[in-house]
């Protein structure tokens, strides 16, 4: 299981401006991974857990608080982009009831928040991006030798990221949407402009998915997923206990670029 949680951090101590700083903890050796953002946003924890799943592999159980970037308040069974990436990834999503339930993530802030803020004024750093460089590099592990610990079981269930798996096209902002005769798509009150070069595709008119990355680049997703064979849903009922195990779909071949239409709401994006 790991613990994420994002808090207001004055990490420069007053030098810049407020962030926040996601923080991700392994419940069964205190190992940690924490990076610090503008926001906590659903993009900022798709990134942290991208992060998390590239140094250690695909945990099995994500637990974090009611924040609306992984509950519905109004319809608690109806999946976030978070919780609809989490399915993806084969890691079940619990909503903690309390502050206290997140006892171990919330007792790590308190040391970032204190001591290594000291030391980021020590080294002369005075921004968030030098925050993180030296996060990434020293800081993070000498944490790690310093506060780690060994399970109380032997082994790691972390899961590997398999090489059909693109974290990047499954952390990210997902929508369905319908091409239509004039190869533009609606999303977010913006007009989407698919180019003529994909012509051959065929997308007027035809069911698929919008998905921008975590680097801002939208892409069309109109292949339609087959499971493999080993797949959850192809296996008799007595194999269908854990629907974890499954994986994501690989990137299709027929992702193609969609750009802004020119002079339609917002700004134009990759």
């Known amino acids: 299981m790991v613990q994420i949680d994002g808090s207001l951090h ?11 700083l996601m923080v991700g903890i392994d419940v069964a050796n205190s190992r940690t991974y924490t990076r610090c953002y503008e926001a906590e946003t659903t993009r900022a924890a798709f990134d942290v857990c991208g992060r998390w799943a590239k140094r250690h592999g695909r945990p ?3 637990y974090v ?6 509950r519905h308040e109004d319809h608690p069974q109806k999946p976030t982009q978070f919780g609809r990436a989490m399915k993806l990834v084969g890691g079940e999503l619990i909503c903690a009831h309390s502050p206290q339930a997140k006892g171990r993530v919330e007792s790590r802030n308190a040391v970032w928040q204190d001591r290594r ?7 002369g750093i005075s921004d968030m991006h030098g925050a993180n460089v030296l996060r990434e590099g020293k800081l993070l592990d000498e944490l790690n030798r310093r506060y780690a610990g060994s399970a ?3 082994g790691d269930l972390h899961r590997p990221v398999q090489a059909e798996m693109v974290l990047e096209e499954i952390l990210c902002v997902q929508d369905p949407r319908v091409g239509g005769q004039d190869w533009c798509v609606r999303w977010q009150n913006r007009w989407l402009q698919i180019g003529r070069e994909h012509e051959a595709l065929a997308l007027a008119g035809r069911r698929g998915l919008v998905k921008q990355l975590g680097c801002g680049e939208l892409i069309v997703d109109n292949r339609r997923w087959k499971p ?3 797949h959850p849903c192809n296996r008799g009922p007595a194999s269908r206990a854990d629907p974890r195990v499954s994986l994501a779909p690989a990137a299709p071949t027929g992702c193609v670029t ?12 990759q």
């Not at 004055?10 to 926040?20: I, S, Y």
């Not at 608080?65 to 992984?70: E, F, K, L, V």
């Not at 969609?258 to 994006?269: K, S």
Request: with cysteine.
């Open 60 to 62: 099995r159980c994500v």
């Open 228 to 230: 493999a064979g080993d």
């Open 258 to 269: 969609v750009y802004a239409a020119t002079g339609v709401g917002g700004h134009p994006n």
């Open 152 to 154: 109380a079981k032997s």
């Open 65 to 70: 608080d009611r924040h609306g970037i992984y």
């Open 117 to 123: 803020g000291k030391e980021l004024r020590l080294r």
């Open 10 to 20: 004055h990490g420069v101590e007053g030098r810049a401006g407020m962030g926040v």
